[in-house]
Nanobody, 125 residues
Framework: VQLQASGGGLVQAGDSLTLSCLGS????????MAWFRQAPEKEREFVAN????????DYTDSVKGRFTISRDNDKNTVYLEMNNLESEDTAVYYC???????????????????WGQGTLVTVSS
């Protein structure tokens, strides 16, 4: 199983950015997906997740109303659309997926078995 995150970059506060995560190695549509992030000198934190059929999503409070998680199972890809970015959003963003099929994992990183390599988002103020 491989997850490949992309789309990070340097933006200004208030800008938008969309991250992508391409999955391979198993049936993508059977697995929930999530985004986490890790800022410098901070622990990795949950950002958002989505179930396998896009009927359920969850967001950490700090991104609600600004970030949107979505997926395209035909393209084996999960997205994180980030609007009105703030300097506090600066972090390496990771996509993740749990081990089991049809398992809507929670907010703990230990709930996820597979991780992408991360993509850096830097927001300048």
């Amino acid at each position: 199983v491989q997850l490949q995150a992309s789309g990070g970059g340097l933006v200004q506060a208030g800008d938008s950015l969309t991250l992508s995560c391409l999955g391979s190695g198993r049936t993508f549509e059977n697995y929930a997906m999530a985004w986490f992030r890790q800022a410098p000198e901070k622990e990795r934190e949950f950002v958002a997740n989505i179930n396998w059929v896009s009927t359920s999503t969850d967001y950490t409070d700090s991104v609600k109303g600004r970030f949107t998680i979505s997926r395209d199972n035909d393209k084996n890809t999960v997205y994180l659309e980030m609007n009105n970015l703030e300097s506090e959003d600066t972090a390496v963003y990771y996509c993740a997926s749990p081990k089991n099929t049809f398992h809507y994992a929670g907010r703990r990183s230990s709930d996820y078995r597979y991780w992408g390599q991360g993509t850096l988002v830097t927001v300048s103020s």
